[in-house]
């Protein structure tokens, strides 16, 4: 078992304040219902978010604030997930309450959706600020490749979705 340090415990407003944000978006073509239905499914984020390697709900049903979950990321980054936001079909948004590692001082995702005559649209917002010096240059070195890393998940999550969601309609 992964060591745990303690992260900021940041609220919705650190979306917009954090040092560092990575701001996606992508059009997709299911409802919003459908893709709360990707985002509550564990087994579906090692899918598209390729850094993750498994996702475990440590709360039980319903999801809400308060809601927690355990995500496992590649490098052996294990982060202990709250949610912040959960109101279904339009918004999402969980901090890290404790990391694997020290580089990270507060970290939060935020995920909006609009419904959209082709399906929905959503923004996701990535927020991080780093622990000390070295986590400070990390995130200003690695911000143009973490930019483009983002986004292609959300082209993964495109695919992922065109995909499950068409072998429901063929199937």
Not at 11 to 39: C, M, N
Not at 63 to 68: A, D, L, Q
Not at 71 to 76: K, L, N, P, T, Y
Request: a neutral charge; charged letters at 20%.
């Amino acid at each position: 078992m992964a060591v745990k340090h303690e992260c900021e415990r940041v609220d919705l407003g650190f979306i917009e304040t954090a040092p560092y944000r990575f701001v996606s978006t992508i059009e997709l073509a299911i409802t919003a219902e459908q893709l709360f239905e990707v985002l509550s499914d564990a087994e579906s984020w090692p899918q598209w978010a390729t850094v993750i390697t498994k996702v475990t709900w440590t709360s039980p049903l319903p999801r809400g604030v308060g809601t927690t979950r355990t995500v496992h990321m590649r490098g052996s980054i294990v982060g202990e997930e709250e949610f912040l936001a959960w109101e279904p079909f339009s918004h999402m948004a969980f901090r890290f309450n404790e990391a694997s590692t020290t580089s990270i001082s507060a970290f939060a995702e935020d995920y909006r959706v609009r419904e959209t005559a082709q399906g929905c649209h959503l923004t996701w917002v990535m927020a991080i600020k780093p622990n000390g010096l070295a986590g400070s240059i990390g995130m200003r070195l690695g911000r143009p490749v973490m930019g483009w890393l983002f986004q292609r998940f959300l082209h993964n999550l495109r695919r992922y979705t065109d995909a499950r969601y068409a072998a429901r309609v063929d199937g």
